[in-house]
């Protein structure tokens, strides 16, 4: 808040393949609430944002903006096709949750080119 007031935490609930090696999710709650603003704002964390479960729980929260930050690469050593086809889908990914939650969705992505 405007007092530096910690509003509330969001971890990621599922760690992709990789990071599963060295960290483990935490379920909790997948909404922050604005007071001063009078929003609820739901946060997916990158792999998380592509599992059903959390579609589900922003829907549940009614929540009024969706933030998906993300760190993806693209994947490499496969054919361009491959590529190409999965990069298309991440991109579409903001604009298909924005149609099927029917609210304001913004996605970064650390990675350059795939977001």
């Known amino acids: 808040g405007p007092q530096g007031v910690v509003l509330g935490e969001v971890s990621k609930q599922t760690p992709c393949a990789l990071e599963a090696l060295y960290f483990k999710g935490k379920k909790g709650p997948k909404h922050i609430d604005l007071p001063a603003l009078g929003i609820r704002v739901g946060v997916g964390i990158c792999y ?18 969706m933030l998906m930050p993300h760190c993806a690469m693209y994947p490499e050593g496969l054919p361009k096709s491959i590529i ?12 298909r949750a924005a149609a099927l939650l029917g609210i ?4 970064a992505n650390h990675e350059n080119g795939a977001g």
């Open 84 to 95: 190409e086809e999965w990069g298309d889908g991440f991109q579409a990914l903001p604009s």
């Open 48 to 65: 998380d944002n592509q599992l059903r479960y959390l579609i589900e729980d922003v829907v549940d929260s009614d929540v009024d903006l």
């Open 104 to 107: 304001p969705v913004v996605m």
